[in-house]
């Protein structure tokens, strides 16, 4: 009889220990928790108290009798044309060998390591030695300026900073040693040592007594034996800072026990992982998704994860599918913003490789659009699934549960509630729970938070309880801070951020919403709505648009003709209430590094505002170039 996912969901939340018990089964414990969960003292949960385990013993180690062979990793970079596989049993060497250089510069457990690493194998080597010896890492995105890296130091108090010479992108060489230096330079906590790769892509600076060559130590350390360190279920594994696109990062602190149980039963439950499977995640380490679906998610379900350093159209746009042909990837995960620049390139590429092998892709980071997603559907002939969470939660809130019980996406929609979250739309003005299918609300989770989830803000624990457990008045839920809508079927829709819900003449309107519309038009490769303050209406929706072709529209009267339709297409489809009051035509939008649009960027540019932290965007050419079309 196939599982039912409703039962399956009402036990993890009726029954909520006695559910996370079974599922803490699926990974390796020292000793057996005692506790399930201690809600004592909300909204900190703590999970599995007494049980003590290791994230780097259930990701390589016990993997090493029944596939030391297998490969666990592989490294693939477009940027040094290179290719390395490491088994399973070369993985847990490397490992060793970076935790006893770790070890030799006087980390010990508890202490923090920054790492600021491109996408090359040593970073995975750096994450996984942390988890062996119990310090606790925080990687901070390769490449991001020196002032941002600064606080982040300030933030951790490293021991040690793992880093590199360099990153790549795009053919062109970033040079982070400098980056670094200035760094500490900077801030008020000074490392006790640096810890350099050195791909020999940049000249590095070597400040005695502080920087350390990784090959001269790893080939002291060839032979180490670093035995793993049994940590407390709750000790923290990792800090990790949110995206920063509606303000400052928060920096999110994750425990062992519970990110290794959820990460675990995610990967049978939501990814239906099969031993030996390939995971391709192409996401950064910098990110959450990175570390959980990168590094930690595939390797502790024994899969083979690939870590890919480049760009998904160089050489050209059919480089994600030729890696899927040469390794049989068979579960893929990337981002709505790396599907959209695949839109913009000839859709031939997507045809030219052989990608039977691949049972789905998996999508998160941003709303996925419906013609978005049809298009990538129809272009691959695999499930698109959408799945909804944060840097927060670790792991999915929202998506399709299809290890339990096969359920087909709807398009626009990342799916139902995943299990152990409780989650609810609330009414922000009442603070009370909206049960009646279609009404928008806040998504919200009721506590606890279920396993794998953030334990507080990283030193912060007035920041934790005030920013997410306290903006729904009289009652204590987690908010995302993102607005929703949930069918009769239990189908969730993101209709955007709360802070970007625009109101036009007392409409509630999500950006999302018109986004999803203007989207559909066929010149549209991307957009952006913000609502920007009116004297009459009190705001009025403003869209930014990459077109696809932007060929015909060298004059006004182009541009216009194409605004014209968008705005046409958005009365038919919404309602004159939604149409935007301008539709303008850029080649690019503002993102944050991890590719998320910054609409609050773009709506302080419209409404001539302070643009405010802006440490984590991408390419500022984006903005300079909206700023000069609004004059
Ligand atoms: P910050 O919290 O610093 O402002 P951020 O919220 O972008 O940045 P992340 O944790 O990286 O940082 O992103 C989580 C957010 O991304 C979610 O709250 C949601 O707004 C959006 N998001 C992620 N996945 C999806 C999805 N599948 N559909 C819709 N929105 C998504
Ligand atoms: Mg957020």
Not at 351 to 380: C, F, M, N, V
Not at 421 to 441: C, F, M, R, S
Request: charged share 20%.
């Amino acid at each position: 009889m196939a599982a039912d996912y409703a039962e399956f969901y009402r036990r993890s939340i009726d029954e909520r220990d006695a559910f996370w018990a079974e599922q803490a089964r699926l990974i390796d414990w020292q000793q057996p928790p005692q506790q399930i969960c201690d809600w004592s003292n909300p909204p900190f949960a703590k999970w599995f108290v007494g049980g003590t385990t290791n994230l780097c013993h259930n990701a390589v180690d016990r993997h090493l009798t029944e596939r030391p062979l297998q490969n666990a990793l592989v490294a693939i970079s477009t940027e040094t044309d290179t290719e390395r596989a490491y088994t399973y049993a070369e993985l847990h060497q490397e490992v060793q060998r970076m935790a006893a250089s770790l070890q030799t510069l006087g980390v010990r457990q508890g202490d923090r390591v920054l790492i600021y690493m491109p996408m090359i194998a040593e970073a995975a080597f750096a994450m996984l030695a942390c988890a062996r010896i119990g310090a606790i890492h925080s990687v901070v995105f390769g490449g991001f300026a020196s002032s941002s890296l600064a606080s982040r130091i300030e933030d951790a108090e490293p021991t040690v900073i793992v880093s590199a010479d360099a990153g790549s992108r795009g053919g062109k060489v970033v040079p982070y040693k400098p980056l670094l230096d200035e760094a500490i330079e900077l801030s008020a906590h000074k490392p006790a040592a640096v810890l350099l790769v050195d791909r020999g892509l940049a000249p590095a600076a070597m400040r005695a007594g502080r920087d350390h060559d990784w090959a001269a130590l790893r080939a002291r350390h060839m032979d180490a034996q670093v035995p793993c360190i049994w940590v407390d279920a709750t000790q923290p594994s990792y800090t990790l800072y949110t995206s920063g696109t509606t303000g400052k990062p928060k920096g999110v602190q994750r425990d062992t026990g519970g990110y290794t149980v959820a990460l675990a039963s995610s990967m049978r439950h939501i990814f239906e992982a099969q031993p030996g499977d390939t995971y391709f995640c192409t996401s950064d380490i910098g990110w959450v998704v990175g570390h959980s679906y990168i590094i930690y998610g595939p390797l502790i379900a024994g899969m083979t994860t690939i870590l890919y350093e480049g760009l998904p159209v160089r050489p050209d746009a059919g480089i994600w599918w030729s890696i899927v042909e040469k390794y049989r990837v068979t579960h893929m995960f990337s981002a709505p913003t790396a599907v959209r620049v695949l839109k913009k390139q000839d859709p031939a590429y997507l045809k030219k490789y052989d990608i039977r092998s691949l049972k789905a892709l998996w999508l998160a980071g941003e709303p996925l659009d419906e013609p978005t997603a049809q298009w990538i559907s129809d272009a691959l002939q695999v499930p698109i699934i959408d799945n909804y969470w944060q840097t927060e939660t670790g792991w999915p809130i929202l998506t399709l549960c299809n290890g339990v019980q096969k359920q087909t996406s709807r398009f626009g929609s990342p799916g139902k509630a995943v299990y152990g979250y409780n989650v609810q739309l609330i009414d922000e003005a009442t603070g009370e729970e909206l049960t009646q299918p279609n009404q928008k609300g806040v998504v919200a989770i009721e506590g606890p938070l279920p396993p794998g989830c953030l334990q507080t803000v990283w030193r912060n624990d007035d920041r934790f309880v005030n920013t997410y457990w306290k903006s729904i008045p009289g009652r204590l839920v987690y908010s995302t801070f993102d607005w929703g809508i949930r069918d009769a079927d239990g189908y969730y829709f993101i209709l955007g951020r709360t802070d970007d819900v625009i109101n036009v003449a007392g409409h509630r309107l999500g950006t999302r919403e018109i986004e999803e519309c203007i989207a559909g038009h066929p010149n549209v490769a991307e957009v952006a709505v913000v609502g920007v303050a009116d004297a009459l209406k009190g705001q009025v929706a403003m869209a930014f648009a990459v077109p696809r072709d932007a060929s015909g529209l060298t004059d006004e009267a182009a541009r216009l003709k194409l605004e014209g339709e968008v705005m046409k297409q958005v009365d038919t489809q919404l309602g004159a209430v939604a149409r935007p009051a301008r539709v303008l035509f850029v080649t690019m939008l503002p993102k944050t590094r991890s590719g998320k649009l910054l609409r609050r960027a773009l709506q302080a540019v419209a409404e001539r505002r302070d643009t405010g932290d802006l440490t984590t965007m991408e390419d500022p050419v984006a903005l300079q170039q909206i700023k000069e079309l609004l004059g």
